[in-house]
């Protein structure tokens, strides 16, 4: 049978792509696999807004090498964000790969994919192939079972803001906003295959216009919150300048909207928000929270923040620090300055790596307490949760989300071979906490997230679970 393996690095919108790019594949007849050395086709769904990323992805590009040389039948294909930036030269650092598709090209992957399902064949997995070691998982990937739960769902596409810093909308284009007919449709697609959480994504998902009526983004999450069939719904990532009071509004009278608003700040110092190319002032920031806290007050607010971006003092990021000091953050992804080619802040003076590295640390160090503090207050309570599936560290555990984005374990309460994703809400009772996230001890399970549920025990650590996935 023709298979295909999706990797996906990267952003939520890189996540909707590989759901389309999956889609797509089992049109065509492919069935989707959880392993790269069982897929007949390849897929790296990759990301360039941080050096890391680049590197991480071409890793795996090499590392697929070998599959290639044991059978050259497999097609490796790129696609994403790095294959936009480098398609001129990635054949030549890679020469074994049979697609480069850019984020604008996703059509041209799918008939690519048609066209390949009939040289693949019942007995296409070679020995060679078949003993190879199994690698090790560099991103995440769309075949395992619980997966199909979360729907992501692109509303635009590329970004006008142009920051200095960013890649984006050279790789992916200015804005370009879908219309809200197709977005339902896609929702009502994904929603009767299952999704029970539906986010929607963007770069800059509050800044959506409906191109016809002119609908804005409290429109859209209305709408979409209103359909038949979705339980939860979220959205991802948000711009400062595009927050205002019926969106705020909106997010203090949609039931099932999840409680939880990323917005990302990146710097404290009106100076680095200046050469950032932000558009708003530190203080205009703290004002867009008062006003979000007004409407949600008990909702989790996580942000972006960039160390040792070209010109930041000691003084700049001293601001910085004293802004995570506060508290307000539940999270934030933090990440030391790294340059873009092609992006106007890549020709500025850097900042030593030794410098970036030890700001890096000292905020991590303020903002994990913020994030411990926000995790401590959930001990004692039950949350409701949606499962992702076993914990990668811990086999015998569950790992679910909370509403609010917060990762939470607990002993297995299934047999690993038989996962119950028609009962994928469990009611979790919040032993400890951690700054990565949360454990405890699952007491309910539910089919529906607005269904009371059935009382659960976990299965005792002394079965052989093992034995059970046979």
């Known amino acids: 049978m023709a298979t295909i393996y999706i990797e996906t690095h990267g952003c939520q919108m890189n996540e909707a792509d590989s759901q389309y790019i999956a889609r797509r594949a089992q049109s065509a007849g492919y069935a989707l696999c959880e392993k790269a050395e069982d897929a007949s086709v390849l897929v790296l769904n990759t990301c360039t807004v941080r050096d890391n990323a680049e590197r991480r992805a071409y890793g795996r590009i090499g590392s697929w090498k070998k599959l290639k040389a044991a059978d050259p039948a497999v097609k490796v294909v790129v696609a994403g964000c790095l294959a936009e930036q480098d398609k001129e030269r990635m054949g030549d650092i890679a020469p074994h790969i049979d697609g480069i598709f850019g984020p604008k090209d996703l059509a041209k992957l799918g008939d690519a994919l048609v066209a390949w399902r009939s040289e693949f064949t019942d007995d296409d997995l070679t020995e060679d192939r078949a003993l190879l070691v199994a690698m090790d998982n560099a991103g995440s990937g769309v075949s395992g079972p619980y997966d199909r739960l979360r729907a992501y769902v692109n509303v635009q596409r590329g970004c006008s803001y142009y920051c200095t810093y960013c890649i984006v909308p050279h790789v992916r284009g200015r804005f370009d906003h879908r219309a809200i007919g197709e977005i339902i449709a896609e929702v009502e697609r994904k929603v ?33 919150a209103a359909l038949p069939g979705v339980e939860r719904l979220a959205f991802i990532t948000s711009h400062p300048n595009d927050f205002n009071e019926k969106l705020a509004r909106a997010f203090g009278s949609i039931p099932n909207l999840n409680p939880r608003f990323h917005l990302p700040v990146q710097s404290a110092s009106n100076p680095v928000l200046r050469k950032m190319n932000r558009k708003y002032t530190i203080e205009q920031y703290r004002e867009k929270i008062a006003l979000f806290r007004q409407f949600a007050p008990d909702w989790a607010l996580t942000t972006d923040i960039i160390v040792a971006f070209p010109s930041e003092t000691e003084d700049d990021f001293q601001t910085t620090l004293a802004l995570c000091e506060d508290g307000m953050f539940a999270q934030a992804y933090m990440f030391v300055y790294s340059q873009r080619r092609g992006t106007p802040a890549a020709h500025w003076e850097p900042i030593s790596n030794a410098i970036g590295q030890e700001r890096l640390m000292r905020l991590a160090a303020v903002v994990d307490r913020g994030v411990r503090a926000f995790h401590d207050r959930k001990i004692g309570t039950t949350v409701r949760a949606l499962i992702h599936g076993p914990s990668r560290k811990d086999q015998a555990m569950l790992s679910a989300k909370t509403l609010d984005n917060v990762t939470v374990v607990f002993p297995t309460i299934e047999d690993p071979s038989a996962p119950r994703i028609d009962e994928p809400w469990v009611d979790v009772q919040i032993d400890s906490a951690a700054v990565w996230g949360l454990r405890g001890s699952a007491v309910r399970r539910a089919a529906r997230f607005n269904d009371p549920g059935y009382a659960v025990q976990a299965i005792p650590q002394t079965l052989d679970l093992v034995s059970l996935a046979r």
């Open 192 to 224: 009767a295959a299952g999704a029970r959480e539906v986010t929607l994504v963007g770069q800059t998902v509050n800044a959506y216009k409906e191109p016809a009526s002119g609908a804005d983004f409290a429109d859209l999450l209305a709408t979409i």
